[in-house]
């Protein structure tokens, strides 16, 4: 079975440049969670869908930063303009609603910006 | 949320059992403990998690204090590729804070040959 698919694996860009990570949700999932990960402030859940709504988004750190979920199988986090503290390794994870449903994480998109 | 507390480190030899502790003195009622692991350059991953009742699957064991304010994920014979950070995270399994995931640092685990 395919697990949560996150394009691109790797992304360098400089800074003030508009950054978009992607991310397929394993088939029939009906939450996808966006986490950070950096040295500093380990992992951190910035936003989480529900049947594509978006439910909590407490953790995203400013309005540079943005995501959507324009259907049940595809998902975007969005960063513009981008900055050199953004640089960081992104996962995009999934789950069914059932209670405690264990998440099911990509291989993350490592963010490098100049 | 209830917190966790976990060894920073922990070191092992290569086919013996490894137990990984956790405290959780703050577990209310109705929180779940999740382990997760991840290894390097790669995502987390699931590995176990239980209520009350010690639990058994095909990576792992968890047994969870009768009181429930501690637990421990223990790995019967280590290798090589479990090798890894582990997180022990309480989910409620309801209210505004359901599904969601707080890591901790974790346990760093290295197994030696």
């Known amino acids: 079975d395919a697990g949560v698919i996150q394009s691109p694996r790797h992304e360098v860009t400089e800074m003030g440049q508009e950054v978009t990570l992607r991310c397929k949700p394993i088939s029939g999932h009906d939450y996808l969670f966006w986490y950070r990960q950096t040295m500093m402030r380990g992992l951190e859940l910035l936003i989480y869908?529900?049947?594509?709504?978006?439910?909590?988004d407490s953790g995203m750190p400013e309005d540079r930063f943005s995501a959507k979920m324009p259907n049940a199988s595809f998902s975007t986090l969005k960063i513009q303009p981008s900055e050199p503290r953004d640089s960081a390794v992104y996962f995009c994870?999934?789950?069914?609603?059932?209670?405690?449903?264990?998440?099911?994480f990509g291989d993350g998109t490592r963010l490098s910006i100049l | 949320d209830a917190k966790t507390t976990q060894p920073n480190s922990m070191e092992s030899n290569e086919e013996e059992p490894v137990h990984l502790p956790c405290n959780h003195s703050?577990?209310?009622?109705?929180?779940?403990i999740h382990w997760y692991r991840q290894l390097p350059s790669q995502g987390p991953e699931y590995v176990i998690h239980?209520?009350?009742s010690n639990v058994n699957n095909r990576m792992a064991s968890l047994a969870i204090a009768e009181d429930r304010k501690s637990s421990t994920l223990i790995l019967h014979r280590a290798t090589l590729r479990d090798a890894a950070v582990y997180y022990c995270i309480l989910t409620n399994a309801g209210g505004t804070s359901y599904g969601k995931l707080t890591f901790g640092q974790g346990t760093i685990l290295t197994v030696h040959p």
């Open positions: 239980g209520l009350t």
């Open positions: 703050t577990i209310s009622g109705t929180d779940y």
């Open positions: 994870a999934s789950s069914f609603s059932r209670a405690n449903q264990p998440q099911h």
């Open positions: 869908f529900n049947n594509n709504v978006p439910i909590d």
